[in-house]
Structures are given as C-alpha cells and as structure tokens.
C-alpha cells in the first residue's frame, strides 16, 4: 500500500490547540476559567431569542447581515465593515491566510494567546516571538524585530494568558512603528473586561488606517462560546479578503439570532 498524502511540512510541524480540561479527575464538569467561559452561564434573553431561531434544515444567511447590522448599531461601525466568523478564532486564521505565506513572518509577543502560532503555521509563515516586558507586551521588542517580510503582528489586548494589557497610547506607538503594508490584529477578546476609559482605541485605528484588523468575540462576557460567533472590523479591502476566504455560511441560524429578530427565518 503506498503511503497515502503526505502532509506540508509546515502542517505537520504544528502542535494542535490544546484545550483546558472541562471534567475534574472526578467527572464533574468544569467551568473552563482558563478559556474565560462565563461562570453565570448565557443570558436568559440570549436563549430566549435563540428558541426562535431558523430550523436546522436551513442554511443560514451567508453574510449573517442583521447580525453585521446590529453589532454595528452597538458600536457605531458600518455594517459593510464588519465581517463575522465561526468565533474569532476563525478570523485570527484568516487574517494570516489572507495576507501571509511561505517565507513571511507573523509576529506576537511571548506568552500571548497560542492560536496565532497555529494560524502563522497553518499558512506555511514563520512564527516569530518578541520578548515579553514581565509578561506584557513590549512594544519595541515587536519593533525591533520587524523586518521586510513581516506580513502580519498579532496582539491580544487584554492579553490571554497573562491578562496584561497595552494601553492607548502603546498601541499607537506599535502601530506607527510599522509599515503601512504589515497588518496589525488587535485582538479584543476581552475589550468588555476593560473599563471604558481604559479603551485601547483599536476602533480607531482600524477606522483611520487601512491595516489595521480589531477582532471581538461573543464568547467570553456574553457567554456565548458554545455557538462560535466572532466578529471583526478593518478598512474596506481588509474586510474583502476575509470574506473571500470564510466558509460560506460559518455563522450558524442559532449563532446569527439576536433580540431584534436577526436570524429568525421560516
Ligand atoms: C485572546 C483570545 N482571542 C481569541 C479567542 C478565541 O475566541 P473565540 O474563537 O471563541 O471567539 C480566545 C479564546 O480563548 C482568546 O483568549
């Protein structure tokens, strides 16, 4: 028997997610704090507005618009600069996809969130790892280790595992120190843990420049992580790429519903 297909290199060289256990040694089930699952559980109108969601006979709306439409609302974006996906963690993979290869460097700090090695790997880049500042995010150790085949730099704000967090005027300084065509990712995972005058500006950054990608999720405060719906918002043409290269309909019907009658269809 021949061997069967062989792997890329660079597919076979990745260490897999390893995810937090969610039994104890005894079987009972654990709230997975090490993923921020939330402990008090879904909220009672998000489940309510799910009962009325589309049958799973139904394909969901491909461009999960009334959801796009509401998150917008909610934040002041424009609905066409919103693009979801199946948890952020979708969008995290596209974005390296979309804008580096074999022989591009993706960049993150040490002891940031181990998806952004997996999503450098998976499109053949290489991972490159600035030193930690005592477990936060050193801005000019990212810099210093930019080069011309930097495509794309992650950072998580605030950060996962370390929980430090990159204030305002940091995260301007690492964005100006890089080149106009090198994206930066500002993961906000946990935006909603932060308080308001503590915001780190990535709307606005994403919304005056044209690299800039700010992710968010609906898995961590609003306990949601069990239906995979994340979201992202960029310049116009950031926005294109990752639409071009998400699954069709990687928003499900449960995912898509929301107290406005989004996702409700016959
Ligand atoms: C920093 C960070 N970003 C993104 C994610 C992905 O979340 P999801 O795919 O559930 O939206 C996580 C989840 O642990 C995270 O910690």
Same mark, same amino acid.
């Given at each position: 028997?021949?061997?069967?297909?062989?792997?890329?290199?660079?597919?076979?060289?990745?260490?897999?997610?390893?995810?937090?256990?969610?039994?104890?040694?005894?079987?009972?089930?654990?709230?997975?704090?090490?993923?921020?699952?939330?402990?008090?559980?879904?909220?009672?109108?998000?489940?309510?507005a799910r009962a009325d969601a589309a049958g799973p006979h139904r394909y969901p709306d491909p461009?999960s618009k009334d959801l796009?439409?509401?998150?917008?609302?909610?934040?002041?974006?424009?609905?066409?600069?919103?693009?979801?996906? &199946? #948890? *952020?963690?979708?969008?995290?993979?596209?974005?390296?996809?979309?804008? @580096? $290869?074999?022989?591009?460097? =993706? !960049?993150?700090?040490?002891?940031?969130?181990?998806?952004?090695?997996?999503?450098?790997?998976?499109?053949?880049?290489?991972?490159?790892?600035?030193?930690?500042?005592?477990?936060?995010?050193?801005?000019?150790?990212?810099?210093?280790?930019?080069?011309?085949?930097?495509?794309?730099?992650?950072?998580?704000?605030?950060?996962?595992? &370390? #929980? *430090?967090?990159?204030?305002?005027?940091?995260?301007?300084?690492?964005? @100006? $120190?890089?080149?106009?065509? =090198? !994206?930066?990712?500002?993961?906000?995972?946990?935006?909603?843990?932060?308080?308001?005058?503590?915001?780190?500006?990535?709307?606005?950054?994403?919304?005056?420049?044209?690299?800039?990608?700010?992710?968010?999720?609906?898995?961590?405060?609003?306990?949601?992580?069990?239906e995979?719906?994340?979201?992202?918002?960029?310049?116009?043409?950031?926005?294109?790429?990752?639409?071009?290269?998400?699954?069709?309909f990687?928003v499900t019907n449960n995912a898509q519903c929301h107290?406005?009658g989004g996702g409700r269809r016959p």
């Amino acid at each position: 028997m021949s061997q069967g297909p062989i792997p890329k290199s660079w597919i076979s060289a990745i260490h897999a997610y390893v995810p937090g256990k969610s039994t104890g040694a005894d079987g009972r089930p654990l709230i997975k704090l090490s993923a921020n699952e939330n402990p008090l559980g879904t909220s009672p109108a998000a489940l309510a507005a799910r009962a009325d969601a589309a049958g799973p006979h139904r394909y969901p709306d491909p461009d999960s618009k009334d959801l796009r439409r509401a998150i917008a609302e909610v934040h002041g974006l424009d609905p066409a600069l919103v693009v979801m996906g &199946t #948890g *952020s963690d979708e969008l995290l993979n596209l974005a390296a996809q979309g804008y @580096a $290869g074999v022989g591009d460097e =993706v !960049l993150f700090p040490r002891y940031s969130f181990s998806v952004y090695d997996i999503a450098a790997r998976r499109c053949g880049a290489t991972p490159v790892v600035a030193d930690d500042l005592d477990y936060g995010t050193d801005v000019d150790a990212l810099l210093a280790l930019v080069s011309e085949r930097t495509r794309v730099v992650f950072i998580a704000n605030p950060n996962n595992p &370390t #929980g *430090s967090y990159l204030p305002k005027g940091e995260l301007e300084r690492l964005h @100006a $120190g890089l080149p106009g065509d =090198v !994206l930066l990712v500002i993961d906000q995972a946990y935006a909603e843990y932060v308080a308001p005058e503590d915001d780190d500006g990535g709307f606005a950054l994403a919304k005056a420049h044209g690299n800039v990608l700010v992710t968010r999720t609906f898995s961590k405060i609003y306990g949601l992580a069990g239906e995979r719906v994340g979201w992202g918002t960029g310049a116009a043409g950031i926005i294109d790429t990752l639409n071009r290269i998400r699954g069709p309909f990687n928003v499900t019907n449960n995912a898509q519903c929301h107290g406005d009658g989004g996702g409700r269809r016959p």
